[in-house]
């Protein structure tokens, strides 16, 4: 786990429990596994995308601080905004997640994870793209880290995307930093590769649906929740 001078950067439990009163089925919506793409987008490409807007989130709002509500939590991106990024939210911080998209949007979100970059101390440190991405896989591969990442959506079974098909890796990636910035550094510019078990889904039907990450054993074991609400009308 980072700590960001003041800030602990929580790595993204993305557990959603979702609690509704009836939610709707995924239809047996399969969590794809990194070489799978949305909306022509790898997850290499979709987990650099959500690390760089999170970094540009000011820290009081930001949800790598465990801050921010769904504007911050409920990301987009592609051609016309054609994939929804979702952080979930870690039980201890509140109510879950909830985001509204428009049906046949896919979804993308990541899990344990990890960012090394031009500006950080070390150990989250790395002056090029290679030593960035060493950086980034040397802490996912730790052994140690957990034992499973199993995803639920709505009623269907468990998924453990703990495993190396699910690993997703970025390109290296520019981002313009706020002042200040949840990395507390004064560089107003950095470079970073960003690493995480990821899942990716295909759009699912109208209706609430939940998404379940729970974290098994390691160092960071826990439960996230979110809430997807597929409605006609939404813009994103």
């Given at each position: 786990?980072?700590?960001?001078?003041?800030?602990?950067?929580?790595?993204?439990?993305?557990?959603?429990?979702?609690?509704?009163?009836q939610?709707?089925?995924a239809?047996?919506?399969?969590?794809?596994?990194?070489?799978?793409?949305?909306?022509?987008?790898t997850?290499?490409?979709?987990?650099?995308?959500?690390?760089?807007?999170?970094l540009?989130?000011?820290?009081?709002?930001?949800?790598?601080?465990?801050?921010?509500?769904?504007?911050?939590?409920?990301?987009?991106?592609g051609?016309?905004?054609?994939?929804?990024?979702?952080?979930?939210?870690?039980?201890?911080q509140?109510?879950?997640t909830?985001c509204?998209?428009?049906?046949?949007?896919?979804l993308?979100?990541?899990?344990?994870?990890?960012?090394?970059?031009?500006?950080?101390?070390?150990?989250?440190f790395?002056?090029?793209?290679?030593?960035?991405?060493?950086?980034?896989?040397?802490?996912?591969?730790?052994?140690?880290?957990?034992?499973?990442?199993?995803?639920?959506?709505?009623?269907?079974p468990?998924?453990?995307i703990?495993?190396?098909?699910?690993?997703?890796?970025?390109?290296?990636?520019?981002?313009?930093?706020?002042?200040?910035?949840i990395?507390?550094?004064?560089?107003?510019?950095?470079?970073?590769v960003a690493?995480?078990?990821?899942?990716?889904?295909?759009?699912?039907?109208?209706?609430?649906?939940?998404?379940?990450?729970t974290?098994?054993?390691?160092?960071?074991?826990?439960?996230?929740r979110?809430?997807?609400?597929?409605?006609?009308?939404?813009?994103?």
């Amino acid at each position: 786990m980072k700590t960001l001078r003041g800030l602990t950067m929580i790595p993204i439990l993305l557990v959603a429990t979702l609690i509704t009163a009836q939610p709707a089925h995924a239809g047996g919506a399969p969590i794809a596994d990194a070489s799978r793409r949305a909306a022509g987008l790898t997850a290499g490409q979709l987990i650099g995308e959500e690390m760089r807007q999170l970094l540009t989130i000011a820290p009081d709002v930001n949800p790598l601080a465990g801050q921010g509500g769904s504007e911050q939590k409920c990301l987009s991106t592609g051609r016309r905004s054609k994939v929804l990024i979702v952080w979930t939210t870690p039980e201890a911080q509140g109510s879950p997640t909830e985001c509204h998209v428009k049906p046949g949007t896919p979804l993308f979100f990541s899990t344990l994870f990890a960012e090394c970059s031009s500006v950080e101390d070390p150990p989250f440190f790395g002056a090029t793209a290679e030593e960035q991405r060493a950086c980034a896989l040397a802490f996912l591969n730790d052994p140690l880290l957990f034992d499973e990442i199993l995803v639920q959506i709505d009623d269907q079974p468990a998924v453990n995307i703990g495993l190396p098909k699910y690993l997703a890796t970025s390109g290296q990636v520019s981002v313009d930093l706020p002042d200040p910035n949840i990395l507390g550094v004064p560089d107003r510019h950095a470079t970073f590769v960003a690493a995480a078990y990821s899942a990716t889904l295909k759009p699912l039907p109208p209706g609430t649906h939940s998404i379940t990450v729970t974290i098994v054993g390691g160092q960071f074991p826990g439960v996230s929740r979110a809430t997807v609400h597929v409605e006609p009308g939404q813009h994103r």
